[in-house]
């Protein structure tokens, strides 16, 4: 079984910054991409950022020169700093990354259980 647990989340003011992590434990034979997403209530989930086991990282125009994705690949976890907060950055923030299963031989996409960030005054 593989598990992302992710951390960091919470409430800051407008221009403040967070760090998330997320760390992924337990059956893994290899992780290919590992990023971020979030949903904003009422809205859909959008990609944030994702980087790649040789480091290329992509991001979403709306994060671009603010946000940070990291990874540690020693560790199987990924980062996300985000700087600049502005209040449409509040969301529901989910680690995802894809995985293949030692027990299943098989690539899948994973999802963390999701960080609460909130920006506001």
């Known amino acids: 079984q593989v598990q992302l647990v992710e951390s960091g989340g919470g409430l800051v003011r407008p221009g403040g910054s967070l760090r998330l992590s997320c760390a992924a434990s337990g059956s893994i034979s290899s992780i290919m991409t590992m990023g971020w997403y979030r949903q904003a209530l009422g809205k859909q989930r959008e990609l944030v950022a994702f980087?790649?086991?040789?480091?290329?990282?992509t991001y979403a125009d709306s994060v671009k020169d603010r946000f940070t994705v990291s990874r540690d690949n020693a560790k199987n976890t990924v980062y996300l700093q985000m700087n600049s907060l502005k209040p449409e950055d509040t969301a529901v923030y989910y680690c995802?990354?894809?995985?293949?299963?030692?027990?299943?031989?098989?690539?899948?996409?994973?999802w963390g259980q999701g960080t609460q960030v909130t920006v506001s005054a």
């Open positions: 980087i790649t086991t040789g480091g290329s990282s």
């Open positions: 995802n990354a894809y995985i293949l299963s030692r027990t299943v031989g098989v690539w899948s996409d994973y």
